[in-house]
Nanobody, 123 residues
Framework: QVQFVESGGGLVQPGGSLRLSCAAS????????TGWFRQAPGKEREGVSC????????YYADSVKGRFTISRDGAKNTMYLQMNSLKPEDTGVYYC????????????????WGQGTQVTVSS
């Protein structure tokens, strides 16, 4: 059974850093496109960053480019999101997902959403 367990969120001041982790089970992360999504209060879930399966290329939303870094550890079957220079607008629940392609990550194509991890950026 495909499962994602996100962790590492918390309350941080603007300009601070956090590292999110996504422990996957039921499949091998390295064999799929994988990515991070977030959902702010009252807004739709949006893509933040992803890693392509075909060549390992990484992609970032314009709003996080230069501040966030996505990576994954095949030995631990875990994906990470290093978030630096955090801003209040980064606040939200962060989720991870996987899929055969970047365009088909997450439900209904692959697995279901985990519980997510809350990131709150506030002074």
């Amino acid at each position: 059974q495909v499962q994602f367990v996100e962790s590492g969120g918390g309350l941080v001041q603007p300009g601070g850093s956090l590292r999110l982790s996504c422990a996957a089970s039921g499949f091998t992360l390295d064999n799929y496109a994988t990515g991070w999504f977030r959902q702010a209060p009252g807004k739709e879930r949006e893509g933040v960053s992803c890693i392509s399966f075909s060549d390992g290329s990484t992609y970032y939303a314009d709003s996080v480019k230069g501040r966030f870094t996505i990576s994954r550890d095949g030995a631990k079957n875990t994906m990470y999101l290093q978030m630096n220079s955090l801003k209040p607008e980064d606040t939200g629940v962060y989720y991870c997902a996987a899929g055969d392609t970047i365009a088909t990550m997450g439900p209904p194509f692959f697995g279901s959403w985990g519980q997510g991890t809350q990131v709150t950026v506030s002074s």
